[in-house]
């Protein structure tokens, strides 16, 4: 059954990149006539207590949720979480901690190279990355061009790669880790945007043993046969398809708050598929 108001299960507030605070980002999703929104801000919480009174003030369910970005080989992953508990220390901790670091590898790597003897500048790894995020690529662009090594490749062989003496490990979370970790958390893990995931087909197996629980069809971005190609998969991997605007208030990218249709059932059968629905495995490897 469909009837015509409009939810929307994925927006952001400028506690990530958005640019309305959590209250401004309910308040327009009440005058836009949303009845149901997620607060998905990227690796954190801290808005969804003030924006669920909020709601509630207004006639607006506000689902807890957040967007976890991943890395990995496997294009963009990001997987939302619903139902996470706005209260969780544990969880935003965990969080906290994920955001402080992100991007500091490459940093540690060169501190851990220039202890070592290998004189590299961290402006000029930079300089090499053009802008970009920083990784091993261009730390062993930097260490062949210093002269420290013979060739770019050896910088890899004999410095950075694991188990050498410079190399740190990644502190991102990879796309199975997010997952189990918003399960451990009682959450309900899906996959956003899967346009911008690489080889959706071979880690969406994976990703659903691990817990995964929805995939977001609906999505300004997509054609009516992405959309299809989406709900195909869902219905093949046993995945509620959720949908949302990915609001960020700024208009680069995502449409209005509640412009992107999301069948109502959407959210009971998320529901359903909180806690004991769920039967944790262990998850291993570098998915
Ligand atoms: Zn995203
Ligand atoms: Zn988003």
Not at 40 to 57: C, Q
Not at 136 to 148: I, N, S, T, V
């Amino acid at each position: 059954m469909t009837t015509g108001y409009p939810i929307d299960l994925h927006t952001h507030s400028l506690r990530s990149d958005g640019a309305l605070t959590e209250v401004e980002l309910v308040r327009r999703a009440a005058a836009r006539a949303v009845k149901i929104q997620a607060l998905s801000d990227h690796d954190t919480l801290v808005g969804v207590a003030a924006a669920v009174a909020e709601g509630e003030r207004l006639g607006v369910r506000v689902i807890p949720a957040t967007e976890l970005n991943t890395e990995s080989e496997w294009g963009d992953v990001h997987i939302l979480s619903y139902f996470v508990d706005p209260h969780d220390e544990a969880l935003e901790e965990r969080l906290r901690w994920l955001r402080e670091n992100r991007g500091r590898r490459i940093e540690l790597m060169v501190e851990k190279l220039n202890a070592l003897g290998y004189a590299v500048s961290l402006d000029r790894v930079r300089d090499i990355a053009q802008g970009g995020s920083l990784g091993r690529p261009h730390l062993a662009q930097a260490l062949f061009e210093a002269g420290h090594v013979p060739t770019y490749d050896s910088a890899f062989a004999t410095l950075i790669s694991k188990d050498s003496p410079a190399y740190v490990s990644r502190v991102g979370l990879a796309p199975l880790e997010a997952v189990a970790l918003v399960r451990e958390h009682g959450g309900v893990p899906a996959l956003a945007h899967p346009g911008t995931t690489v080889g959706l087909e071979q880690i969406l197996p994976e990703l659903t043993k691990a817990g995964l629980a929805g995939i977001e069809c609906y999505y300004p971005s997509h054609s009516p046969t992405w959309t299809a190609y989406c709900l195909r998969l869902a219905k093949q991997w046993g995945l509620t398809p959720t949908g949302g605007s990915d609001f960020h208030g700024r208009g680069e990218h995502g449409a209005d708050l509640g412009a992107v249709f999301v069948p109502p059932e959407t959210i009971a059968a998320l529901e359903a598929k909180r806690g004991s629905a769920y039967h944790s495995t262990r998850v291993e490897g570098e998915l």
